[in-house]
């Protein structure tokens, strides 16, 4: 899976908005957003943030 895909999963299974999920993860909402519409390499430490918040709601890829 795709981070675009583990994200729009993530969001649509939690029922967050991109600035909700900022918010919960402190990830910028830019960097979400570009995430989502780019297929972009996060960067290691930013992305762990990503997975700990999934961790926490039991979502595990």
């Known amino acids: 899976m795709s981070l675009k895909e583990q994200l729009i999963y993530v969001r ?3 029922q967050l908005t991109q600035a909700e999920l900022s918010e919960q993860t402190g990830i910028a909402l830019i960097t979400i957003a570009r995430w989502e519409t780019i ?16 961790e926490k709601k039991g979502i595990k890829f």
Do not use: E, N, R, S
């Open 12 to 14: 649509t299974k939690l």
């Open 39 to 54: 297929d972009l390499k996060p960067h290691v430490k930013t992305y762990g943030k990503f997975l700990a918040f999934c």
